[in-house]
C-alpha cells in the first residue's frame, strides 16, 4: 500500500471518528451565561456567573436536558429574584446532576409539563425570598434526590398536579416542602428539616409517606379549608417544637362515598407540643399511630366528626395521652377502639363527653386511666 493510499485512510478514519455518536444531533457546545439553549446540554466545566446578574440559563424548547455532568452554576449571590435554570412552557426538560448556587432560586419552572429535576444540590442565599426549586402549574413533575442549604424554601409548588417529591434532602429556615392547591401530588422518603416540615394549603387527595421531618416548629402541617383530603402513612416528626402532625379542615363534603383523610402509621416523638392534631375536620381515619414522649399530649382530636380512631398508641406523653374536647352530639359522631395509653403525666383517656368504641387499654397514667372512654 502507497504512502498516499495509507494517509487518505487515516484522514478518511479521522472524519469518521469526529462525527457525533448520534447521527443527526449536534454535540451542544459549552453554554455561557444567560444563554437560552434548546437542545440538550451537558456542561464541561463550572458555569460561573458570579459577576452577572439575571438567569444562568433559559430552557427554550421542549425536551431539553441539562447535564450538569457533576459541575457547578454559580451566581452572583444577590436576591435580584433570578433563578439559576428557568424553563416556562416547555415540556419534558430535564436538569440533573451538579450544584446550582448563588441564586434567588435555583430552578423555576411555570406551566412547564413532565419536568424533572434529580440529583441537584442546592446552595441559596439565606435570604427571605430564596428557595431551591419552584414550580407553578406543574404537571406531572418528578423531583428526585435533590438536596438543599440556606433556602427559605426547599421545594415550593402552586398548583401542581401528579407531582412527585421524593429521597430528597430538604433544609430551609420557613418550609421544607411548601405546596397551595396541589392535587394528587405525591411525596416519599424525604428528609425534612425547617420550621415547617410540610406545609400543604388547600390540597386535594395529596399523599405523604415515609417522610422524616427533624426539629421542625410543625412537623406536617395541612390546612385543607374542608376542600381536600390526605393520605399521611409512614411518617415521623421528630422534635417538633409546636405539634408532629397537625390535620385542619381536611375533608371533601362533594367527594364521593368512601373518599376519607388517611392518617395511619405514623410516628411523633420527643416534640414539645402535642404529637397529633387535628380539629374541625370530618371523615378521617386515625389507625396504628405512635406519639411517644411529647411534652404535650398525644393524641387532640377536637371535636372529630364521624372519624374511626382506631390502634394508636400514646406512651409517656407530658399531658393526656388522648383527649378529645367537643365530641357532643350527632355532629361528632365517630368510633374510638383498641388505643392504648399508658405512662402518661395526666389522663391516659379524657374525653368531654361519653365516646363510643370498646377495648382500649389505659395504664400508669398519672391522671387516671379512661375518663369517658370505654377500656378494658
Known sequence: ????????????????????????????????????????????????????????????ADNVVLDLNGYSILGPGIDDGSAGVYVYGFKKTKITNGLISGYTAAVTAEHAPQLKVTWIDVFGLGSSQSLGVRVDEGNATVINHVTTMAVQWGVMLTHSAATQVKNSRLKAEGQAISVSYGSHDVFSANTLRAEYGVYDEYGQKQTYQNNVSIGSEWGFYFSCGGQGTVKVAGNSALGSFAAGFLLD??????????????????????????????????????????????????????????FVIEGNTALRNGVAGFYVPGNDGIYNAYSFSQNVAKRNHLQGFNAQFPAPGSGNIGKRNGGGNCFNVVCI
Request: charged share 15%; aromatic share 6%; hydrophobic share 35%.
Open 1 to 60: 500500500m502507497s504512502i498516499r493510499v495509507r494517509r487518505a485512510l487515516l484522514a478518511g478514519l479521522t472524519a469518521l471518528l469526529s462525527l457525533p455518536l448520534v447521527p443527526g444531533v449536534a454535540l451542544a457546545a459549552q453554554p455561557s451565561c444567560g444563554d437560552t439553549i434548546t437542545t440538550s446540554t451537558t456542561l464541561k466545566a463550572n458555569l460561573d456567573c458570579t459577576l452577572t446578574s439575571g438567569r444562568a440559563l433559559t430552557i427554550g
Open 249 to 306: 379542615q381536611c375533608f371533601d363534603p362533594t367527594a364521593p362515598a368512601g373518599t376519607v383523610t388517611k392518617v395511619i402509621g405514623n410516628t411523633a416523638a420527643d416534640g414539645d407540643g402535642a404529637g397529633f392534631r387535628t380539629g374541625g375536620s370530618f371523615n378521617e381515619v386515625w389507625k396504628n399511630n405512635l406519639s411517644y414522649h411529647n411534652i404535650g399530649s398525644g393524641f387532640y382530636f377536637e371535636e372529630p366528626g364521624h
